[in-house]
């Protein structure tokens, strides 16, 4: 059994920077084989995608609501990875769940590769 598991959350005002953190570990898995991923859901909302981050780092894609703003990161050593976030806006309120795709090659946006997920971290901005 995989678990992924987000921590870092909490509410800051417009403008401000904070970092999520992500954790995936279970007997067979290989964290360093999958491509991690952020997607947020916000109230009402489908869940989107954030950023992605290939198994070795060495790519990465952004939404465009993000980049410049954001950075994804991951240290396979420590089974984690990292989404910074500044320059926060109202409208990046949301749930935000890390996930796992075993294609470690890709950085999709699309959530039917992501085969693992954690629970979801709560973000609010307040403006």
């Known amino acids: 059994q995989v678990q992924v598991v987000e921590s870092g959350g909490g509410q800051v005002q417009a403008g401000g920077s904070l970092t999520l953190s992500c954790t995936a570990s279970?007997?067979?898995?290989?964290?360093?084989?999958?491509?991690m991923g952020w997607f947020r859901q916000a109230p009402g909302k489908e869940r989107e995608f954030v950023a992605a981050?290939?198994?070795?780092?060495?790519?990465?894609n952004y939404a465009d609501s993000v980049k410049g703003r954001f950075t994804i990161a991951r240290d396979n050593a420590k089974n984690t990875v990292w989404l910074q976030m500044h320059s926060l806006r109202p409208e990046d309120t949301a749930v935000y769940y890390c996930?796992?795709?075993?294609?470690?090659?890709?950085?999709?946006?699309?959530?039917?590769?992501?085969?693992?997920w954690g629970q979801g971290t709560q973000v609010t901005v307040s403006s």
């Open positions: 996930a796992a795709d075993p294609g470690g090659s890709r950085t999709s946006s699309n959530r039917v590769w992501y085969d693992y």
């Open positions: 981050i290939a198994s070795n780092g060495g790519d990465t």
């Open positions: 279970g007997r067979t898995f290989i964290f360093s084989s999958h491509t």
